[in-house]
């Protein structure tokens, strides 16, 4: 037994969870490519300052924070929002408007570790940066929704509410940001009641109370009843038009996988209007999820730039992908190992093995000068393709033995003709 293991809530990926992992970030740099975004590249540490601002208390009170030794205040990224929006106070101040990032890497949360629930995962990030237009909420749900579909994932849906209708009902009700903040979390957890519970008075309580009861059927019937309700709350009424007009241009374009959710909140404080999570019927946990946040950035001492960005939760889609038994093409390259059969032929085996490499082919050398049985045993067990062996008296006619180890058949080659041979 090993003295050592990952520490609790992270974790070695192996095989095929390494694969998996993997083929997802593929998919989702391929899909930011096709909506024109731009890969960066930004630290794992921050200040916790910067990655506290605007959080919210749930993740303040998960990140991993420590002192560094020169007495800095840092934390693990616990999301890569807070960092995106940095660079736009900063290196690209005055970048043209607007901007897409992506980014890729591992976040840390101090979450309670479940099924699909990790204290280090990853995340495929993507933010549009200086665009306050539904059309730029659109485009960011579409990307989403081209992101599963580009995985090989079926019957994902895609939750969608605004959060400024809870906060323009409850601004023109009179209740301050903080209690608003604390009821938007306690909502984010379905804690109804103890969102209630935060308002004072009782009017209050009932206009919280109907917004949360409003669902319906269909995504156009729910804004039609929210449009209702917020009559005569001007912020909460344009946020529900904002709602709607977004909803309009996604479903117009072709994506109809969307209900609406009026009770719908996120445990993030940033948010300032529309937010969405994404989910497969498999689970009930989102793989995804995002929303515009138009302050943020001026509340990093940027200028005024609003902006809409989600996050995918690659390891969650990434085991959707193995419930679901998606197929991951991967180009199914043939494996060989080159084994000399003496010591003299080392050098011309290791050349042999150079040659195919160069030519694109995926060659092992046999490393453990192991004897010509074992070695051809032990690559047997790894289920390796072919196994190219070197000896003296081919190698002098310019040739080695190519030995298919599935049929167990065996052939002498030219050492010109081996990489287009074990290509076909
Ligand atoms: P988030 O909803 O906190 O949003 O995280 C996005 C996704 O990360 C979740 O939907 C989920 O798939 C995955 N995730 C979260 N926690 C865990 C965990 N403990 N283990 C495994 N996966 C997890 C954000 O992070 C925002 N920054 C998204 C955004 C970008 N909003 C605007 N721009």
């Known amino acids: 037994m090993s003295m050592f293991q990952p520490v609790r809530g992270m974790r070695d990926l192996l095989n095929q969870d390494a694969d998996a992992l993997s083929y997802v970030i593929g998919k989702a740099r391929e899909t930011s490519a096709l909506y024109g975004f731009k890969e960066v590249v930004t630290p794992v540490v921050e200040p916790f300052e910067l990655l506290s ?61 479940q099924k699909g629930r990790y204290r280090e995962f990853w995340q495929a990030n993507f933010e549009l940066m200086g ?115 977004i909803l309009k241009l996604v479903t117009e374009s072709g994506c109809e996988i969307q209900t609406v959710d009026p009770a719908f909140a996120r445990g993030l404080e940033y948010y300032t209007g529309m937010i969405f999570e994404l989910y497969v019927p498999q689970f009930d946990i989102a793989l995804g999820g995002g929303g515009r946040y138009d302050r943020l950035i001026e509340t990093f001492g940027g200028e005024e730039t609003p902006a809409v960005g989600m996050a995918a939760g690659i390891d969650r889609i990434a085991l959707a992908t193995q419930v679901q038994k998606t197929v991951l093409k991967k180009t199914q390259q043939k494996r060989v190992i080159v084994i000399p059969i003496k010591e003299e032929q080392k050098m011309q085996a290791l050349k042999i093995a150079q040659t195919l ?4 082919i995926p060659a092992e050398f046999e490393v453990m000068g192991r004897k010509m049985a074992k070695a051809l045993e032990d690559a047997d067990k790894r289920k390796v393709d072919y196994a190219i062996i070197v000896g003296e008296r081919e190698l002098k006619e310019g040739k080695v033995v190519v030995k298919d180890l599935a049929n167990r058949t065996q052939e002498e080659i030219e050492i010109e003709a081996l990489a287009s041979k074990i290509r076909k």
Not at 74 to 101: C, G, H, M, Q, Y
Not at 169 to 176: A, I, R, S, T, Y
Not at 211 to 226: F, P, Q
Not at 357 to 360: E, P, V
């Open 53 to 113: 601002a605007k959080s919210g208390e749930e993740i303040r009170q998960r990140m991993f924070i420590f002192d560094d030794l020169g007495g800095r205040k840092v934390a693990l990224r616990p999301e890569f929002t807070a960092s995106i929006a940095r660079l736009a106070t900063t290196v690209l101040k005055n970048e043209p408007k607007p901007f897409r990032l992506f980014s890729v890497g591992s976040v840390y949360r101090y979450d309670e570790p």
């Open 131 to 245: 665009s306050g237009k539904p059309e730029a909420d659109a485009e960011i749900i579409l990307l989403s929704n081209s992101l599963l579909q580009n995985v090989g994932l079926t019957g994902y849906t895609l939750k969608l509410g605004h959060v400024g209708v809870v906060r323009g009902l409850l601004n023109q009700e009179g209740v301050d940001d903080v209690t608003q903040n604390a009821i938007l979390q306690k909502m984010d957890k379905k804690d109804y009641d103890a969102a209630f519970a935060l308002l004072t008075s009782k009017k209050c309580q009932n206009t919280l109370r109907g917004l949360v009861g409003l669902k319906s059927e269909t995504a156009v019937e729910t804004i039609e009843k929210m449009r209702e309700y917020t009559r005569g709350y001007d912020k909460a009424s344009t946020a529900v038009e904002n709602l709607a007009a």
């Open 357 to 360: 490499r160069d030519a694109g």
